[in-house]
């Protein structure tokens, strides 16, 4: 299979490459360079310099790293991206590296900082000639080192100093080079977003031309240079934001040359499947086709308690039931699918990375399928593809869906599934979701959802005793789902739903709520 919008990404207008040397912070980077309204692509730190330059990008980042340069097999750049003329930014050990490449000196610090730490501006420019500096110079921001530079290389100009004399910022004007030693690209560091777009817009010349509709115009344009005039084009919908927004651009872009597959398994939310079935029949122009296949996937999942296994077992099963519908339609040509950047990475798909867990959408769909893939939004984060979304007018309903796992209610029922568990969780799920809404507080939720446990126990209803599944409620806040906190929610809320959820619904015997921050816990139960 070929892929579509991860060989030729020349069409984006403005671009900056951001070396990942493994920092905890790499993908944030990225997230604020695109919210600075500039393109940017995470790639590994050793990418080879005339792939780099291929890219024609107009400033590089190093981002930062867990490793030191003084200790051996340190992971180091192609040296030439310091002399190919392109603006340069290191962050933390970036700015460690490019120090020491180019002739200055790090050492290990005698006193290491962490944490929010004061420091004192030198010299404004560029990177410091905002508002958001005082005239006085002093600032925060948010430091996590060891090793320092204690000595600039020829030609840098030290831009900033900490209270520990540690050099923050240092650069070079001439070749355009400068390095932090703090990360400006966390909430800790005030002022940080505009340090690094004074980076992006005085030293690299770029100006705010990442927007959704520039992408969507870009995206429409690569879609019809890759999809023949003649070809067709069949789409996997989930019912979530990422295939759904996928479905809407291919409509724009070729009509209704575009064949869309919902696979209902059964597993959404109560009467989730017949909302997205009513909007895609209403709003695309290609043919629509719903396939039930609820029997199915509860009859592969019958006995299986595993979380991991169901997970297993939900993707394959998708897999066949889709790759049997997208082949009895003929003369298809292409495979459209909802992949994002955040999966492209974490699978492991951009060289060198790690990877940390397995998308069904990431290289999962079997290469006998023939088809040549077609993935727009490949390039993009969640936030991203939900302003896009909007670009191309999806409803609220869609857009603002909470996230939802990939093998649905199947990963919030502990235990073994069969269809009586999946419409009890259904109806509390409704419940608590409905009490939320009514409240006004779910737009302040990362997540919110009930769970199905395996635990049964006593209750009293009227005057009999009663034996029955206890359900979990859970809601989080988070910005990112990197960490997450329980949310605070008022007595009065979970009394009400506890009463529904108890009332409404004569099996359950009792409900709980889940006080669990990520970490220890995760979001989901599975």
Known sequence: MEHFLNEDSNSIREKVVILDFGGQYSMLIARRVREAGVFCELLPYDTPWDEIKRLA???????????????????????????????????????????????????????????RTSFEIVEREPLFNDDNFDDAGSCCAWMSHQDEVVKAPPGFHVLARTENNTLAAIGDHERKIYGLQFHPEVFHTPGGNNVLKRF??????????????????????????????DDRVVCALSGGVDSSVVAFLLDRAISDRAVYIFVDHGLLRL??????????????????????????????????????????????????????????????????????????????SISGAAIIKSHHNVGGLPEELGFD?????????????????AELGLPDTILKRQPFPGPGLAVRIVGDITAEKLSLLQKADYIFREELYNAGLNDEMWQYFAVLTDVKVVGVKGDDRHYGPVIALRAVVSED??????????????????????????????????????????????
Not at 203 to 221: I, N, R
Not at 374 to 386: G, S, T
Request: with cysteine; glycine share 10%.
């Open 373 to 389: 893939l077609v993935e727009p939004l490949r390039e993009l984060f969640k936030d991203e593809v939900r302003l896009v979304g």
């Open 481 to 526: 789902a990197m960490t997450a906190d329980w949310a605070r929610l008022p007595y009065e809320l979970l009394d009400k739903t506890s009463l529904r959820i108890t009332g409404e619904i004569p099996e359950i015997a009792r409900v709980v709520y889940d006080i669990t921050s990520k970490p220890p816990g995760t979001i989901e139960w599975e």
């Open 200 to 229: 992006l817009y005085d030293v690299c010349g770029c100006s705010w031309s990442w927007t959704p509709k520039s992408f969507v115009e870009d995206a429409m344009e690569k879609i019809r240079q890759v999809v023949g005039a």
């Open 271 to 348: 009467d989730e499947a017949g909302q997205v079935v009513k909007l895609y029949r209403e709003k695309l122009q290609g043919q629509f086709i719903h396939v039930n296949a609820k029997k199915v996937f509860l009859e592969a999942l019958a006995g299986i308690t595993d979380p991991e296994e169901k997970r297993r077992i939900i993707g394959s099963e998708f897999i066949k039931v889709f790759k049997e519908k997208a082949l009895s339609m003929g003369d298809i040509t292409y495979l459209a699918q909802g992949t994002i950047y955040p999966d492209v990475i974490e699978s492991g």
């Open 57 to 115: 990008p107009a400033g590089i980042i190093l981002s930062g790293s867990p490793a030191s340069v003084n200790q051996e097999g340190a992971p180091r750049c192609d040296r030439a991206v310091y002399e190919g003329g392109i603006p340069v930014l290191g962050i933390c050990y970036g700015m460690h590296l490019l120090a020491e490449e180019l002739g200055g000196e790090v050492v290990r610090g005698t006193r290491s900082e962490f944490g």
